[in-house]
């Protein structure tokens, strides 16, 4: 593997854990905040932590598979909906403050990796 693809795969990683990580909406969706409608399909990732890693292998392989990081987010959002962008919105949304999943934290992670895509 060169560095190109060193690169790439590595940053396939960052974007499945991201996602992995989004899937915690569920807690503001239930909180009933506005705008999260867009988030709905990432619910659908099971709540455990393992099994839902599980579960995005599939994607994380076909994202692998890939040849640029725009094409990396494409395999995300035809699953799931939203990019990188919108999952930055979702991170640095206000009512995650204080919050045990999910977070702000994971907004500048997010904002990181779409600059780079």
Request: hydrophobic content about 40%.
């Amino acid at each position: 593997m060169n560095a190109s693809e060193n690169h790439l795969s590595a940053f396939v990683d960052y974007v499945t854990l991201t996602y992995h990580e989004a899937r915690n909406v569920r807690h503001l969706v239930g909180a009933g905040p506005a705008g999260l409608e867009r988030y709905r399909r990432l619910i659908n990732l099971p709540r455990n932590r393992e099994d839902a890693w599980r579960e995005l292998q599939a994607l994380r392989t076909a994202a692998k598979s890939t040849n640029s990081a725009n094409a990396v987010e494409a395999v995300f959002q035809k699953k799931f909906g939203p990019g990188l962008e919108d999952l930055e919105d979702l991170f640095e949304n206000s009512h995650w403050r204080h919050s045990a999943f999910g977070g702000n934290r994971w907004a500048g992670i997010t904002r990181a990796l779409s600059d780079l895509s």
